[in-house]
């Protein structure tokens, strides 16, 4: 996995993602022990947990009612931030978890994609969901808070920084408008943002962002990316320059030393891969 996204691929700078078993960590950690491979960051929870069968980077919630879900979600957490310590991997990247809602965004990318974008129907369900969530929210963030600072404390002793993820559910934790908010409350040097361009891009499509001015706002905050593309409405982890995602636009909105790692369908070929790394080096430099 490891040779042929470095050879074939051509990439310098790997993320380990949630799907990663833990029967995989001791061939990863010999090939970076033998100075093959280098690590940019490890995408929360990783290994993936035991007892869970398939990649759930959600299988347990910061914002889980259940204090034993939180302790679980915390002690993987942990697990995860070890494993970045050993192999030198700079960056964390979280999901903080959601509130308990009937969920809107799904059902929203289904009348858009029914030629009901924006209809009466859709306009209701959008303003009464976000009615609810504003009201029902602030315990559940309230939990997450009390996670992140143990989080943020065994991370900083281990010399590893903690990236927050935008989120393409709006039921998710946090919104664009609660991040700032929690960052500033934070007020920590080892806690920023992972702007995932795919995530955002579904956001603006859906009528609850505009992906620049929300760059614009947070984008100075951000240690890292996920870039995909995204074909309207909401088909995201495609290759980018195939999709909606204004990429010239927004990556300038972005620091200089902000870290871009390709996050990609698993059905996208190397061919197409290798095409959009192209593309983006002509467009942006390496």
């Known amino acids: 996995m490891l040779r042929e996204i470095k050879t074939k691929l051509g990439f310098d700078l790997i993320e380990l993602g949630h799907g990663i078993r833990l029967s995989l960590m001791p061939g990863i950690q010999k090939m970076f ?17 035991v007892e869970v069968m398939m990649a759930s980077p959600d299988c347990y919630k910061f914002s889980a009612v259940s204090s034993e879900e939180r302790e679980r979600a915390l002690k993987q957490t942990f697990q995860t931030i070890d494993f970045a310590a050993r192999l030198n991997a700079p960056f964390i990247v979280l999901h903080l978890g959601e509130v308990n809602m009937r969920s809107i965004t799904d059902r929203l990318i289904e009348l858009a994609k029914t030629g009901r974008y924006l209809s009466r129907k859709y306009v209701k369900l959008k303003i009464g969901a976000v009615q609810k969530r504003e009201k029902i929210a602030p315990p559940y963030l309230e939990r997450v808070k009390d996670c992140l600072r143990r989080i943020i404390d065994y991370a900083t002793s281990k010399n590893v920084k903690i990236a927050l993820e935008s989120r393409r559910g709006y039921e998710e934790i946090p919104t664009e408008r609660e991040l ?58 495609e290759a980018p320059f195939t999709g909606a995602v204004n990429f010239e636009k927004l990556v300038p909105l972005l620091p200089t030393n902000c870290l871009f790692v390709w996050e990609m369908s698993p059905n996208k070929t190397a061919a197409a891969i290798r095409q959009s790394v192209q593309t983006w080096k002509e467009r942006f430099g390496e």
């Open 180 to 237: 700032p908010a929690l960052l500033d409350e934070m007020h920590c040097a080892e806690l920023g943002y992972w702007h995932d361009f795919g995530h955002s891009q579904i956001k603006e499509n859906l009528g609850f962002i505009d992906h620049a001015e929300w760059l614009r706002v947070i984008g100075p905050r951000a240690f890292g990316s996920h870039v995909q593309d995204c074909v309207w409405p909401a088909k995201d982890h």
């Open 33 to 49: 022990d033998a100075g093959e491979v280098r690590f940019s960051s490890l995408h929360n929870f990783c290994p993936l947990p």
